[in-house]
């Protein structure tokens, strides 16, 4: 894998750690209060996916478990359907998908990112 491609890895691997320790144990109810931490974890979920999107194909390559699609699908869905940004999606993204997310970019670049 390129430099550039661990990079972006490294990224992914830090914006991921970002939004699990912002959002803390929030809750969806509790997001719908607080802007700062809202926003902040959308921001950091949307650079995940960005840093997935600029991974090249062959670096996309070396890792064909990761859902790759699903990273970048959902920086699209923060960054252009921001008015239907529910806290629920942002909440379950952080809690189901972001766990995994980190311990394969773990397994990749080890424990760079903090």
């Given at each position: 894998?390129?430099?550039l ?20 144990s929030?809750?969806a ?13 959308q921001?950091?979920?949307e ?20 859902a790759?699609s699903d990273?970048?699908?959902m ?40």
């Amino acid at each position: 894998m390129n430099k550039l491609d661990q990079d972006r890895l490294t990224d992914m691997l830090h914006y991921a750690r970002t939004a699990v320790r912002l959002l803390g144990s929030a809750d969806a109810a509790a997001l719908e209060h607080d802007d700062r931490t809202f926003l902040s974890v959308q921001k950091a979920i949307e650079n995940v996916g960005e840093a997935a999107n600029q991974v090249s194909v062959e670096g996309r390559t070396a890792m064909p478990d990761f859902a790759w699609s699903d990273a970048i699908a959902m920086r699209h869905r923060l960054v252009h359907g921001y008015k239907a940004i529910l806290p629920i999606v942002v909440v379950k993204t952080v809690r189901n998908d972001l766990p995994d997310l980190i311990k394969a970019m773990e397994n990749v670049v080890g424990d760079e990112a903090s």
